[in-house]
């Protein structure tokens, strides 16, 4: 959700800026800008992608070597040229790109129209230039410090860039809600909203944090907090270097993500699950592992996949570690006064670290008093650096909109602090937890295997993509699954598709089932088996067509089911983590076929910054 980068040093900026916009295509967005100081400032934007203000800029170039770019996703009125960032003040002396919503900015607006001041777009940002305006008019402090002054007046979110021809060596960004990091080279500065759009150029990094500002030239950058006081901040190296945001010889990062989730696995247990020594090792879990292990509840906080990734995450510790599990939507459960009380541990998952209302939720155990704990992909992110303790996924950036490494990621992670605490409270036997370790560790092999069904998997999307509608079903652990694969199918293929618990298909959705609605099944020979062919055979008797997910050498389905696709057995427990691959390769290839953009899906934004 709206990408901001930064610039100064000795380097020409349009291109940088723009390479960089790329980069951050990935959050989602739907128009783009930038402002290069050049004597004067000057301003280019372009309702639509990158590529039309790459054309614009070539059309019209700038020189410059300071500037800043932005990826708008619209909040505050529709996506056009006029609302796109930058947004301008002060009779273009000055520039502002912005990603948040100033939730305040209706009264301000109304006390500057009292003032004369007049408004091109219909954005929260543009007021924010114009009030920033007038604080510099009213009492003449230094264009920071009028920054500064108008935050301080300021409720809502925001990351933001500022740069004034008052000082052109000199960009301001501050933040409050929404991240924003510096980068640090020889002689010169970037800014983004995470590090994708140059990491090339250097990997040390400055995180802001909420309340923060920093004032970058080219040889160096003070960071204050917004109220005022000096901060000194420590410098980060970031691990993930440019090859990993790149799509290497893939059509999609989508597809490069689902191909490379054996690596993401191996690596989200490297040095942690010990299956010959029968041990499993989380350490960013080491100093509250007594805490957890003696929560009374544990209750997850997450959006989207990641709130999938969560249900799977209930069935395994309540099986393994038997202490109850609650899942919330994240956006739920801030606004209803939830009763946390001594003993509860809450425990977010989040791919990008930096969702608004995942990152609310931490902030909340905080004030309760409750331990917050952390599985995070983003290396620094947030969330990461807000929850008390955690586990980091390591399963590389994710870019495609649409999560699938980092689902089975989360999942991976999640079965090894399920079998972690198991042990430590004695709920699992040594032999038990040996063989799962054993099947936990053979996963990444079983998923190279699942990846071999995708010839099949494209027969089969070439059907479904005609389809309006689809119906996933599964049940206990492979429900989950079910709604992962019709969120997947939804999101880049455009297809209204739902998923529900197999058994819950008679109280509604069999009503929809006809010849022209494709049923997909997850139907493993666990505990629930026998019930779900039945219910495949309620969807037969209706026409229904069948497409089963189930695993190897299972012949009860083919008479069944127009499609059965194979995973190796594994223990039930990790069944999830088999099936919702070819869930993920299906709507990949229905996606592709309908001519799908299947990346940056509409309206979808990778890293929702928003509430
Ligand atoms: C957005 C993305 C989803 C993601 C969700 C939660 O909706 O499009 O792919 O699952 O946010 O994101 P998080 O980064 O917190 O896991």
């Known amino acids: 959700m709206c990408g901001i980068v930064g610039y100064i040093g000795p380097r020409q900026a349009g291109d940088l800026l723009v390479s960089g916009l790329r980069r951050l295509e990935y959050r989602g967005y739907d128009s783009a800008g930038v402002a290069i100081a050049n004597g004067e400032l000057e301003v280019r934007k372009k309702e639509g992608k990158v590529d039309e203000l790459a054309a614009l800029l070539e059309n019209r170039p700038v020189e410059g070597t300071v500037g800043m770019g932005h990826t708008r996703w619209a909040t505050h009125g529709a996506p056009t040229d006029t609302n796109a960032h930058p947004h301008t003040a002060t009779h273009g002396r000055f520039a502002i790109i912005h990603n948040g919503i100033i939730e305040n900015y209706v009264s301000i607006k109304r006390r500057l129209l009292e003032k004369g001041y007049t408004f091109d777009s219909e954005t929260d940002t543009e007021v924010l230039a114009h009030f920033i305006e007038d604080v510099q008019e009213e009492t003449g402090l230094s264009f920071p410090e009028s920054v500064r002054q ?35 080279g020889e002689g010169e500065h970037f800014v983004g909203s995470d590090a994708s759009p140059f990491i090339e150029f250097t990997r040390h990094v400055v995180y802001l944090n909420d309340g923060e500002m920093a004032v970058v030239r080219r040889d160096g950058y003070d960071v204050s907090e917004i109220n005022g006081a000096p901060v000194s901040k420590e410098v980060h190296e970031l691990e993930w270097d440019l090859e990993e945001i790149e799509k290497g010889g893939f059509e999609h990062f989508m597809l490069k993500e689902i191909m490379e989730q054996p690596e993401a696995l191996e690596n989200a247990m490297r040095g942690r699950v010990r299956a010959d020594e029968g041990t499993i090792k989380l350490g960013g879990l080491e100093y509250v592992t007594k805490e957890l292990e003696s929560a009374d509840r544990i209750v997850i906080c997450a959006c989207g996949t990641s709130w999938h990734a969560g249900l799977v995450g209930e069935y395994l510790i309540e099986r393994f570690a038997r202490i109850p599990v609650e899942v919330e939507y994240a956006s739920e459960f801030r606004y209803r006064d939830p009763v946390l009380t001594e003993g509860d541990v809450v425990l977010v998952i989040s791919q990008s670290g930096e969702t608004a209302d995942t990152l609310a939720a931490v902030r909340q155990a905080k004030q309760a008093g409750v331990l917050a704990l952390g599985v995070v992909n983003a290396v620094g992110s947030t969330i990461a650096r807000e929850t008390d303790a955690g586990v980091y996924l390591h399963a590389g950036p994710e870019i495609g909109v649409a999560s699938t490494k980092a689902f089975t990621a989360q999942v991976t992670v999640l079965a090894q602090i399920a079998l972690l605490l198991a042990q430590k409270r004695g709920t699992i036997s040594d032999e038990s937890l040996r063989q799962h370790l054993d099947a936990l560790a053979a996963i990444p092999e079983q998923i190279r295997t699942v990846l071999e069904t995708d010839e099949q998997i494209q027969a089969i999307a070439r059907e479904m993509r005609l389809a309006q509608n689809a119906l996933y079903l599964g049940r206990g652990l492979n429900f989950p699954v079910a709604l992962e694969g019709a969120l997947k199918l939804k999101e880049i293929s455009y297809i209204h598709a739902e998923g529900y618990p197999a058994a819950e298909m008679k109280h509604g959705p069999i009503a929809l089932i006809d010849r022209f609605m494709p049923v997909v099944f997850v139907a493993t020979r666990d505990a629930t088996y026998e019930k779900v062919v039945s219910n495949i055979e309620e969807v037969v008797a209706r026409q229904g067509s069948v497409i089963a997910i189930t695993d190897a050498g299972n012949r009860d389905l083919d008479e069944l089911a127009e499609h059965v696709i194979e995973v190796p057995k594994t223990a039930d427990a990790f069944e999830p983590l088999l099936t919702v691959v070819p869930l993920q390769l299906l709507s990949y290839h229905v996606a592709v076929m309908r001519g799908c953009n299947v990346d940056q899906p509409r309206n979808l934004a990778k890293s929702v910054t928003v509430e």
């Open 150 to 184: 108008a935050l301080t007046q300021v409720e809502g979110a925001y990351g933001i860039v500022a740069l004034s021809m008052d000082n052109p060596d000199e960009l301001v960004v501050a933040r409050n809600g929404s991240p924003l990091l510096l980068g640090v």
